[in-house]
């Protein structure tokens, strides 16, 4: 389960981590907002950390404009309907709990 430090987020910041064979994506929107998803758009593939943006409670990934929920990483509309994986995540104090194993 990746750890990682609160403080070492700025607001609107997109990070990639990975966990064993996995890319994760982490969201951060300020005060406890953490939102986690797979990293790769499940229309093409295409690498969410450098493609996608965050426009109010959505994450659209500029390949080909879908634009998914943060909340539960469905998709709302664009390319695909196929949703995000979305991964749990906890604030504990400063520390930010990723739980990658669902």
Do not use: W
């Given at each position: 389960?990746?750890?990682?430090?609160?403080?070492?987020f700025?607001?609107?910041?997109?990070?990639?981590?990975?966990?064993?064979?996995?890319?994760?994506?982490?969201?951060?929107?300020?005060?406890?907002?953490?939102?986690?998803?797979?990293?790769?758009c499940?229309?093409?593939?295409?690498?969410?950390?450098?493609?996608?943006?965050?426009?109010?409670?959505?994450?659209?990934?500029?390949?080909?404009?879908?634009h998914?929920?943060?909340?539960?990483?469905?998709?709302?509309?664009?390319?695909?309907?196929?949703?995000?994986?979305?991964?749990?995540?906890?604030?504990?104090?400063?520390?930010?709990?990723?739980?990658?194993?669902?």
């Amino acid at each position: 389960m990746p750890r990682l430090t609160k403080s070492d987020f700025k607001p609107g910041e997109r990070r990639k981590i990975k966990v064993d064979d996995k890319e994760i994506l982490v969201v951060y929107l300020g005060a406890d907002r953490f939102y986690a998803f797979e990293n790769k758009c499940p229309h093409l593939g295409c690498d969410l950390s450098k493609v996608a943006v965050v426009i109010r409670e959505e994450l659209v990934c500029q390949c080909h404009f879908t634009h998914f929920s943060l909340k539960d990483g469905k998709a709302i509309k664009g390319a695909t309907k196929k949703p995000l994986k979305v991964y749990s995540v906890k604030v504990e104090g400063e520390e930010v709990v990723i739980d990658e194993s669902q």
